[in-house]
């Protein structure tokens, strides 16, 4: 089957400007994660989708990041204004699960999306 | 809070050596410990998962609720295993969303 689609894979901006990251998840996977990762950290939650529902977007910093998957399929991570410190790689990730089965879920991910801010 | 703690950044063993890498986290209910793994130019991919309770390539990992670790043991190691390991920790949300650790990078000289 295919895996997690990201695009794009680089991408260099200036700082104030803005960039949008797309999403397309496994065919069928309810739930779809974004994360961010700096280097040198692990992979850190941003946001979570329930079809086209937040689960959970406690870490998002909502001044700047906003994401959306209108359709319950694909998304959209847009950084609006990007500081310097959004430099990182974002990562998208989708579980087949809903969120009556949480155990052993298994998160796909796709390649990421590494963003420059200079 | 929820955390997961990788000490080591690095660890570097030789072939054929017993490798083991350190995960300790915090949590106060059930927690479900995952090991998460990221070859070179490969995306992050599931190890094993402690519910499973299964050997994959050869590693295993034992969840010790009194000493709050999830270790990934393998016996010997191969080259092929030089990898970047991710602990990872889902806790009672119930939403599946997964806490990582800093992870670990294995390198295994021939």
């Known amino acids: 089957e295919a895996g997690v689609a990201q695009s794009p894979r680089y991408k260099i901006i200036e700082k104030r400007q803005s960039v949008a990251f797309w999403c397309n998840p496994i065919?069928?996977?309810?739930?779809l994660y974004w994360y961010q990762q700096i280097l040198g950290q692990g992979p850190k939650l941003l946001i979570q989708f329930q079809n086209n529902g937040v689960v959970d977007d406690s870490q998002l910093p909502k001044d700047r990041f906003s994401a959306e998957r209108l359709k319950g399929v694909d998304s959209t991570l847009k950084i609006q204004p990007a500081k310097l410190e959004d430099s990182a790689v974002y990562l998208c990730a989708s579980s087949y699960r809903d969120r009556s089965f949480a155990t052993g879920r298994e998160l796909f991910f796709g390649e990421g999306s590494r963003l420059t801010v200079l | 809070a929820q955390r997961v703690t990788q000490p080591e950044k690095l660890l570097s063993v030789f072939k054929g050596a017993p490798v083991e890498l350190k995960c300790n986290y915090s949590y106060s209910g059930s927690p479900e410990l995952f090991w998460y793994v990221q070859y070179s130019r490969q995306r992050l991919q599931l190890l094993l998962r402690?519910?499973s309770r299964e050997s994959i390539k050869g590693f295993t990992a034992d969840l010790n609720k009194g000493e709050t670790s999830f270790h990934l043991k393998k016996p010997f190691a191969q080259e092929e295993d030089s990898a970047m390991y991710y602990c990872?920790?889902?806790?009672?949300?119930?939403?599946?969303?997964?806490?990582f650790g800093q992870g670990t990078t294995l390198q295994v000289k021939p």
């Open positions: 065919s069928g996977h309810a739930t």
């Open positions: 990872a920790l889902s806790g009672s949300s119930n939403t599946g969303k997964l806490i």
């Open positions: 402690h519910i």
